[in-house]
């Protein structure tokens, strides 16, 4: 199945696998644009918007019953796209918001929360969304249902949850005027400890993020 025929008549818009192809190919297609960097104003309320609707398609692969491949072994796709680019792209982009603190399993008790980067997780999502978007397109729509919901469940559902967590952190300091503290230097090489992440945020992210809002900066 071509980019041609991606979304071709003849495919039913009310098909399970057709709409969760849409959401997926929508955000693919939405997280590239933004990282060109043409409207930095608005590209964290737009990612925002991008991620909560993609997390709808994961849930929906959530609650759907186990997805059987019809092939036992998953064909060969070569080698994976390059998203170096992109990463470094969405990093300058959404600096310095970009780190966050993140609990890698809130079931697990006495876990320190650890530094995360939303360009690293934007762009994890990206590749398991890509590769199960090359399956679609081959017309191995099964294969591309599965991985999808498998990689949901291991990886890119919950590291979309926790990029979503952090982009929402950041525009409600902005919608409520509560500026975030300096970051002091802490990256995501760095141990946290019982510490808690913050930002460097304060007058760029009023002046960059809030604008845009129609929100003023604080006093």
Same mark, same amino acid.
């Given at each position: 199945?071509?980019?041609?025929?991606?979304? =071709?008549?003849?495919?039913?818009?009310?098909?399970?696998?057709?709409?969760?192809?849409?959401?997926? +190919?929508?955000? *693919?297609?939405?997280?590239?644009?933004?990282?060109?960097?043409?409207? &930095?104003?608005?590209?964290?309320?737009? @990612? !925002?918007? +991008?991620?909560?609707? !993609? *997390?709808?398609? #994961? #849930?929906?692969?959530?609650?759907? %019953?186990?997805?059987?491949?019809? %092939?036992?072994? %998953?064909?060969? @796709?070569?080698?994976? /796209?390059?998203?170096?680019? !992109?990463?470094?792209?969405?990093?300058? *982009? *959404?600096?310095?918001?970009?780190?966050?603190?993140?609990?890698?399993?809130?079931? +697990?008790?006495?876990?320190?929360?650890? &530094? =995360?980067?939303?360009?690293?997780? @934007?762009?994890?999502?990206?590749?398991?969304?890509?590769? #199960?978007?090359?399956?679609?397109?081959?017309?191995?729509?099964?294969?591309?249902?599965?991985?999808?919901?498998?990689?949901?469940?291991?990886?890119?559902?919950?590291?979309?949850? =926790? /990029?979503?967590?952090?982009?929402?952190?950041?525009?409600?300091?902005?919608?409520?005027?509560?500026?975030? =503290?300096?970051?002091?230097?802490?990256?995501?090489?760095? #141990?946290?400890?019982?510490?808690?992440? %913050?930002?460097?945020?304060?007058?760029?992210? /009023? +002046?960059?993020?809030?604008?845009?809002?129609?929100?003023?900066?604080? !006093?």
């Amino acid at each position: 199945m071509s980019d041609a025929t991606l979304h =071709a008549t003849h495919q039913n818009p009310d098909d399970f696998a057709v709409q969760i192809a849409d959401q997926i +190919e929508s955000f *693919l297609v939405a997280v590239t644009e933004v990282a060109k960097g043409d409207e &930095p104003d608005s590209a964290v309320p737009f @990612l !925002l918007l +991008e991620v909560s609707q !993609l *997390l709808l398609a #994961g #849930g929906r692969l959530g609650a759907h %019953e186990d997805i059987v491949p019809d %092939e036992r072994y %998953e064909p060969d @796709l070569g080698p994976e /796209a390059d998203v170096d680019q !992109l990463r470094e792209n969405l990093a300058r *982009l *959404l600096d310095p918001i970009d780190v966050y603190s993140e609990v890698f399993d809130p079931y +697990e008790p006495r876990k320190a929360p650890v &530094p =995360a980067r939303i360009s690293d997780d @934007l762009t994890d999502v990206i590749t398991d969304l890509r590769h #199960g978007m090359a399956h679609y397109r081959a017309g191995r729509t099964s294969e591309a249902l599965w991985w999808w919901q498998f990689s949901y469940f291991s990886n890119w559902g919950s590291t979309a949850s =926790a /990029a979503l967590r952090a982009l929402q952190s950041v525009v409600a300091h902005v919608r409520l005027n509560q500026p975030l =503290a300096e970051l002091d230097g802490l990256d995501t090489d760095q #141990g946290m400890g019982d510490d808690t992440l %913050e930002f460097e945020a304060g007058k760029v992210m /009023a +002046e960059e993020i809030g604008a845009p809002l129609g929100i003023r900066p604080a !006093l």
